[in-house]
């Protein structure tokens, strides 16, 4: 079938593309900006890409003109900081698809959103709310999914969860902990979106879907412990306010503060099936809550995590054009260049640490100064350190990387560019090269920072000295020396 996948590059994108294409679909993918999104070669030579952002209904004939679907999945989400409320943000992008949908001739639609079954909803479950509204009164056949937490490695429930009880030997949370979810594993989730696609009795149809375990919060956290061999104090106190519970959270796990937020006031509906009808018309075998955590390790070990929540959602980048940032500015920067020469047998294993920068590897000197760093953007309201990476071994254009996003990474160029996402006056951009100078192969290292205002050039200059030895000795140890 002719497959339109919106919002291929995010979380649940990621993971269903390479199915879809394995089941023998023609898939078309939706992505607002192409040069982030890079899945594998041998994936990316056997679909087609369509530049396309769904909050600008006016160029709809312009890039689908000509273009016909029989499916179309929305798999579009929300969860960060918009110059609009969420919920008309939410409901602007699904009209938007379904003006798209109807100029395609799509026969179904499938959507993926949140367990809504709740009278008072939290203003993220009632954004999901009001998508599933408008694609039920689209006048498509539509077939919609409502998941709880979605249990994978690299989902952001899971790596929150991940973050808590890794880090926090004792966890004082509110007493909405004992709200009760029905967790499922990612891979649940993907085989009923595969098994929907054509199926005329999921048409026009609402699914509930979850894994066969109902648990608290606080017994996820327990499970979760359980099954990483920690033991784990969980402390649920009334005194814990969501506002105070969202800043812990933030500051805790590698999460942004708005989505903190979201996710805590979310606790106070239970996120439970109710309407158990898709094991009969899509049954498939479900997985335990523990069965999901041990999947998603295995995962991880294997260093074969697809997605992440931290590359697919909202950044500093989330208004801007990420493409104008490729091209380093000239004009009005400021400029750390250093160098040095490297062996021509050793510019693979020196390209190699470069892409391997951040996360576990560390940042190869002053790896607590980074760190110190991220603690102070937190408190500033940044994204901290503490977000790591999708990979240890290989780097995707709008991967995370700490305080940091990825630009370009061109391993057959050797070239890395990183955008700061830390809280700064100012933009920046660090960029890794290997280039051949006159016969002699040169390891390049530019720190570029174009200041905004008086602030700006303050802060510049404040840094001067912790760069002289920072990237002075960070440039010595990934050339080897």
């Known amino acids: ?32 900006e192409s040069r982030r999104f890079q899945p594998s070669e041998g994936l990316y030579k056997k679909i087609k890409v369509i530049d396309f952002d769904f909050l600008h209904h006016d160029r709809v004939e312009t890039y689908f003109t000509g273009k016909e ?15 609009i409320s969420l919920e008309e943000h939410e409901r602007i992008s ?22 809504s079954n709740a009278s008072a909803l939290s203003s993220h479950l009632n954004a999901r709310k009001i998508v599933k509204d408008t694609l039920i009164n689209s006048g498509i056949a539509f077939t919609i999914f409502e998941a709880g937490i979605i249990v994978g490695s690299g989902s952001a429930s899971f790596e929150i969860i991940r973050d ?71 402390l649920t106190i009334p005194l814990v306010t969501t506002h105070i519970a969202s800043f812990w959270l933030y500051f805790i796990t590698s999460t942004n503060f708005t989505l903190a937020r979201q996710l805590v006031e979310s606790l106070k509906n239970d996120v439970v099936c109710h309407n158990k ?17 041990q999947m998603a390790f295995q995962m991880i070990k294997q260093n074969m995590v697809v997605s992440s929540w931290k590359d697919a959602s909202s950044s500093t980048l989330n208004h801007l054009d990420i493409n ?66 999708r990979n240890n071994d290989e780097l995707q254009p709008g991967d995370a990387l700490d305080l940091w996003r990825v630009i370009l990474a061109d391993r057959n160029n050797h070239r890395l560019l990183l ?17 051949k100078f006159h016969g002699k192969f040169i390891l390049k290292q530019t720190a570029t920072f174009r200041p905004k205002g008086i602030a700006g050039r303050n802060y510049w200059y404040s840094m001067l000295p912790f760069h002289f030895f920072i990237f002075r000795n960070m440039l010595k140890k990934i050339a080897g020396n």
């Open 94 to 115: 699904a009209e938007c698809f379904i003006e798209v949908s109807k100029f395609t001739n799509v026969k179904q639609i499938v959507y993926l959103g949140g367990i």
């Open 324 to 389: 104008q940032y490729i091209e380093v500015p000239v004009f009005g920067c400021f400029r750390d260049r250093k160098w040095t020469e490297i062996p021509e047998d050793k510019v693979e294993e020196v390209a190699d640490r470069f892409f391997g920068i951040g996360g576990v590897h560390g940042w190869y000197y002053a790896d607590i100064l980074w760190r110190i760093r991220g603690i102070i953007d937190k408190i500033m309201g940044g994204v901290g350190i503490q977000r790591g990476r």
């Open 1 to 32: 079938m002719r497959i339109l996948l919106t919002g291929a590059n995010g979380y649940i994108g990621m993971r269903l593309l390479p199915v879809l294409v394995e089941a023998g679909h023609e898939v078309t993918c939706v992505v607002r």
């Open 164 to 234: 808590l009880v890794e880090k926090l030997p004792v966890i004082v949370a509110p007493i909405l902990l004992k709200s009760l979810c029905q967790p499922i594993a990612i891979r649940n989730v993907v085989n009923y979106l595969r098994d929907s696609i054509g199926n005329e009795k999921a048409f026009n149809k609402t699914f509930e879907i979850g894994g066969p375990d109902v648990l608290s919060y606080k017994q996820m956290l327990e499970q979760y412990a359980e099954v990483r061999g920690y033991t784990r104090y969980i």
């Open 419 to 435: 955008f700061a996402e830390m809280k700064i006056p100012g933009e920046a951009w660090l960029e890794f090269s290997i280039v």
């Open 69 to 83: 679907f029989d499916v179309a999945f929305y798999l579009i989400h929300s969860l960060k900081d918009t110059f």
């Open 277 to 293: 009808t898709v094991q009969e018309i899509l049954p498939q075998e479900l997985f335990s809550y523990k069965e999901a955590i």
